[in-house]
Every structure is written in C-alpha cells, then in structure tokens.
C-alpha cells in the first residue's frame, strides 16, 4: 500500500509542478499501468513567504509552514515534503508540530552524494541557501563539505531564481553564466555541485556541468517515493 504523500508548496508553484510530475513518473516507472503517487499538495501564496524572507521574519515563516504541515496531516498525509530548499531553514519548526516523517531534502541528498563518493560538492541556490550556515552545517554532519560561488556570482544565482525562474521564465543567458559558475566551482575543488534551489533544475542539466549534478528535487522526490512504497533498500538518510 502505498503511503500519501503530503507537499508544502508554492514557493514558487513551478517548483511544486516538477515536484508532482516527478512524484507520479517515478511512481509509475516503479509499479506500472496506471499507477501515481497517492498525494495532498497544498500551495502556500509565495508572495508572502517571500515577504517574510526578505524581512529575516524566519519565525513568522515558520509558524505558517507548521500550520501547513499541520494540515496536511490531518487531511491524512503519512509524510510531509517541503518543496523548497530554502525553507527548510525552518524545518526545526514543522518537525515540531507534526507526527509524522519530515523527509527532509538535505539528508536526502547529502546521502546520495556520500553513496557517490563526493565529500567536497559546490552548492547553488537562493542567497538565503548559500549564505546561511542551516543547509551547509547539515551537510556537514554527513562528512560533505560544501563550497559556494563568491559574492557577485552569489547574487547572480539569487536574481536568476528569483526574477526569473520563479516567474516561469527560462533564459539562455542565464544558463550560460550558470555554466560558467559551475566550472568555476569545480576550478575551486568541487567534485560535483547541487541545485539547491528546486527552480534550478528548470535551467540546468547534466550537460551544462563538467562535474556531476546533484538535483535536489529529483533526489528529493525518489526518495520520498522510497518511503511510500516501503522501498527500505534505498531509505538510508
């Protein structure tokens, strides 16, 4: 029987569609037919988590996406996906008000890049992402060491997600200069780089990359499915 699956999302909604397109491919591929994920997706107005992003209202935020949490549990999700990166700056605060498995997406993904062999990966994301010690720290703890561009790189990544990507628009200029940041990542050591933003993906493949990617909504989404599907060869975070 498989498990639903509960999605905090809107931040932003094209990030959430890849989630529940992703979900229900990799459910399908799994079992066949006519098979999808089981699953609740309930759509919080960016507009104001954005608001409070920009202000460092962290705890406002948090309060809101427990409350989503919340939510969702009760309308009978068996786990709970945040489908953004940056937000999980507040997981500490949905952990807490729920009782069911948080699937938190750097513990997912920290651990398919150690099963990879990786220890020192680049990270782009939001400034919020790059900037603050909460997803870098937590890489920390399974022995990944983490890398980011310098500062006007770090504001290019930023504006690209957030007056573009997250407005549905997907520029080959802003994936040449992605590209030309990867590379400089990997001149600096970075054996591989994560798309730490789930709007990333919307931009950047494999192709665009001399060293390996790690998309953190894919990741993210498989191994969520692992847990819904009882799959517990492949729930190791």
């Known amino acids: 029987m498989t498990r639903t699956i509960g999605?905090?999302?809107?931040?932003s909604w094209e990030s959430s569609a890849e989630y529940y397109r992703l979900l229900n491919e990799e459910v399908r591929r799994r079992r066949g037919g006519h098979h999808c994920a089981p699953s609740l997706l309930l759509t919080l107005d960016f507009a104001e988590i954005k608001a409070m992003q920009r202000a460092g209202d962290w705890e406002n935020a948090g309060r809101r996406l427990a409350q989503a949490a919340r939510t969702l549990e009760q309308g009978g999700a068996r786990m709970i996906l945040l489908c953004?990166?940056?937000m999980h700056r507040v997981a500490e605060a949905i952990e807490a008000e729920i009782t069911v498995p948080?699937?938190?997406?750097?513990?997912a993904t920290a651990a398919r890049i150690t099963e990879a062999g990786h220890t020192t990966v680049g990270l782009l994301g939001t400034r919020f992402t790059m900037e603050m010690d909460f997803y870098r720290s937590r890489m920390r703890e399974h022995g990944v060491r983490v890398i980011v561009p310098g500062e006007s790189d770090r504001t290019l990544v930023h504006d690209v997600i957030y007056q573009e990507l997250t407005q549905g628009r997907v520029k080959d200029s802003s994936r040449d200069a992605y590209r030309r940041i990867i590379a400089g990542l990997a001149g600096q050591g970075a054996e591989a780089v994560i798309l730490g933003c789930t709007e990333i993906t919307l931009l950047i493949g494999a192709d665009d990359s001399p060293i390996p990617i790690f998309d953190s909504t894919r990741i993210h989404v498989e191994h969520a499915v692992d847990l819904a599907l009882g799959d517990r060869s492949r729930c190791s975070p």
């Open 84 to 86: 953004t990166n940056t």
């Open 102 to 107: 948080f699937v938190h997406i750097v513990d």
């Open 7 to 11: 999605l905090i999302g809107g931040m």
